[in-house]
């Protein structure tokens, strides 16, 4: 049996390049970061205002925010993809990510007069933009969890969090293209509640995904 | 059979992603008799299919995710990650908690992190330092699990050479370590 196993694996066997693994999470990560593009696009909308936004230095932290703790995201899927992986600094560095934002969102409410607070803290869209954030994070997350499939996962539910976070950033950042508020403090809460909250369920949703 | 090193079975391990099939062929049988040993000291209770199921499903997730290894680490804390993975699951499957929860602690109290992987490294680093045989016998005997009597039939030493060389050997060490930290 095992013979027979072995011989079929060898028989098999094709080269893997250094670096295989990057280039499968690239790949894989494409589509979904395409469609989840297309989702904000058409069922969203670019910002009316995005001529008049791009200026702005707010847009552009609520732009760079998302992308920063992506960023931070795929790295740590580099490290939870192999056995035994776990990413020991990504929590911190997006931590220092978060509490970057969150000074500049304090600075920009200290230079606002305070009948300004609601907008930029409700903006009025609260409700909606971490579901908004949820939905564009879906094929990015069914393009991580197709790219640990091939992987190794070890620590599964952490992975689970991994990929849902790094899914919830990705499409916080598609959104950021269309979403039309211009507050700081609410893309340090509500962005940040929609990131959390697709983590979580990429945390719910891991034992039945990832399972080998 | 000779029992492969690390820095052996992972040359094997460079040649087969470099699409190597006999060394792939040579490193599959290697691991096989290793996992048996692995697995078959693991599930004394379970029937011997288990401890087969086990080593085919661990070669075959070896093939399918060998573009997890990184190649510039240790292969077989690499490989024995996977190898825990499949017990772990196999204990959850048939319902055995006590063994889970054994393993489990065991895994938090360091297995194949990447602390130890490195304190693996400082075991082999500590090992060189030692006549060749005798870091061998510590190796086989403290760090395979293999039996005192296993590796005195094998190295055609008698038992009690090998448990006395285990024993030096490890004194050695341990004076070795005191005199490196107190050089600090």
Same mark, same amino acid.
């Given at each position: 049996m095992t013979d027979d196993l072995i011989d079929r694996l060898a028989t098999d066997l094709k080269p893997v390049r250094p670096g295989a693994l990057g280039r499968l999470l690239a790949c894989t990560l494409l589509p979904g970061l395409i469609l989840s593009a297309a989702l904000i696009l058409l069922g969203h909308g670019l910002r009316p205002d995005l001529a008049q936004a791009l200026p702005t230095p707010a847009f552009w932290v609520k732009s760079i925010y998302p992308l920063a703790l992506a960023l931070i995201g795929l790295c740590a899927l580099m490290v939870v993809a192999r056995p035994g992986g776990v990413p020991r600094n990504a929590g911190f560095a997006s931590l220092l990510i978060y509490l970057a934002l969150a000074s500049l969102g304090l600075w920009q409410l200290r230079l606002s007069p305070s009948s300004d607070y609601p907008n930029l803290i409700f903006g009025i869209s609260y409700w909606l933009c971490p579901f908004i954030i949820l939905v564009a994070a879906i094929p990015v997350y069914g393009a991580i969890i197709l790219f640990l499939r091939r992987g190794a996962p070890t620590h599964i539910r952490l992975t689970g969090f991994v990929a849902g976070l790094t899914a919830g950033a990705i499409g916080a950042w598609t959104y950021s293209w269309g979403c039309i508020e211009n507050g700081l403090p609410f893309v340090a809460i509500w962005y940040t509640s929609g990131i959390i909250l697709t983590g979580l369920i990429g945390m719910l949703l891991s034992r039945r995904l990832l399972h080998w | 059979m000779k029992q492969l090193t690390e820095t052996e079975l992972k040359a094997l391990m460079l040649l087969s992603l470099d699409g190597d099939e006999v060394a792939y062929r040579c490193l599959l049988d290697m691991l096989r008799h290793l996992l048996v040993s692995y697995y078959g000291r693991r599930l004394?209770?379970?029937? $011997?299919a288990d401890v087969d199921d086990l080593v085919q499903d661990t070669l075959l997730a070896l093939h399918q995710?060998?573009?997890?290894?990184?190649?510039?680490? $240790?292969f077989t804390a690499w490989f024995f990650t996977i190898a825990r993975h499949k017990l772990v699951d196999h204990y959850r499957r048939s319902d055995d908690k006590a063994h889970l929860g054994m393993e489990m602690l065991e895994e938090i109290a360091g297995g194949y992190s990447e602390d130890a992987v490195s304190a693996r490294m400082d075991v082999n680093r500590l090992l060189e330092s030692l006549p060749a045989w005798q870091g061998e016998m510590i190796r086989r005997v403290?760090?395979?699990?293999?039996?005192v009597s296993d590796t005195a039939a094998k190295s055609g030493r008698s038992e009690a050479v090998v448990k006395i060389s285990v024993f030096r050997g490890i004194q050695a060490i341990a004076a070795k370590l005191k005199g490196e930290s107190s050089d600090r």
């Open positions: - | 004394s209770r379970s029937a $011997p995710r060998r573009i997890t290894y990184d190649r510039g680490r $240790p403290r760090l395979e699990g293999h039996s």
